[in-house]
């Protein structure tokens, strides 16, 4: 099974709101990682956890906050957004460390509008 | 860092019709994935490849590492492989997208 899941697909917030991005894998992957990608852009990676530690930090804004209660499951808490901040968002996972010769499997991503 | 390069930018076929995409990198790698993204987002894995040749069925891939390129060939293609094709690396813990080829099959 080589399945990453994410939920919601679709979210629609306000700028007072306060959401959560939710990605899962079971392929025994101990890296996962958060990327935003923006329309007719490639998708740039935000953090990374390895072994359930944050090791990469993309100099991502406060008003996202990742957590990784486990080695399946990481979420991205969302607080404040700005309009700008409406796009795609794709969790990956791999094998073993971050990087290095381990092969990305991506979920279908969750499309957030911030209005 | 490294610079990841994708040509051609954009690709019009008929369907049936055979193509070639290039993806060029600034520096040596262990790690190169080609993806492609269809209309509603989804990023699918269609090759890992830091060297050599794969085949899956129309598709294959070859990537040079020591001239630091890699090709995607799309053979008799179909409406279905519309979509970007990015090509990927690591640089460190971070993986460095190219900024893809969109490709549009017409039937």
């Known amino acids: 099974d080589t399945e990453v899941t994410q939920t919601p697909k679709h979210l629609v917030m306000g700028m007072t709101n306060k959401k959560s991005l939710k990605c899962e894998q079971h392929?025994?992957?101990?890296?996962m990682y958060w990327y935003k990608q923006k329309a007719k852009k490639p998708p740039e990676l935000m953090f990374v956890?390895?072994?359930?530690?944050?090791?990469i930090n993309e100099s991502v804004p406060s008003r996202f906050s990742p957590e990784c209660p486990n080695s399946s499951l990481l979420n991205l808490h969302l607080h404040a957004l700005q309009p700008e901040d409406s796009a795609l968002y794709l969790c990956?996972?791999?094998?073993?460390?971050?990087?290095?010769?381990?092969?990305?499997?991506f979920g279908p991503g969750t499309r957030l509008t911030v209005l | 860092g490294i610079q990841v390069e994708q040509s051609p930018p954009d690709l019009i076929l008929q369907e049936g019709a055979n193509s070639t995409l290039r993806c060029n990198f600034s520096?040596?790698?262990?790690?190169l994935q080609w993806f492609h993204q269809n209309p509603w987002g989804q990023l699918i894995n269609l090759f890992y490849?830091?060297?050599g040749t794969k085949q899956n069925g129309r598709l294959s891939a070859t990537t040079v590492a020591t001239e630091r390129y890699s090709l995607l060939y799309i053979s008799s293609s179909q409406t279905t492989d519309s979509g970007v094709y990015f090509c990927?690396?690591?640089?460190?813990?971070?993986?460095?997208f190219g900024p893809g080829t969109r490709l549009s099959v017409l039937p």
């Open positions: 990956a996972s791999s094998q073993g460390l971050a990087g290095g010769n381990n092969e990305q499997f």
């Open positions: 392929m025994g992957h101990r890296a």
């Open positions: 956890y390895s072994y359930e530690k944050l090791s």
């Open positions: 520096d040596s790698v262990n790690n």
């Open positions: 490849i830091p060297s």
């Open positions: 990927a690396v690591v640089d460190g813990q971070n993986f460095v």
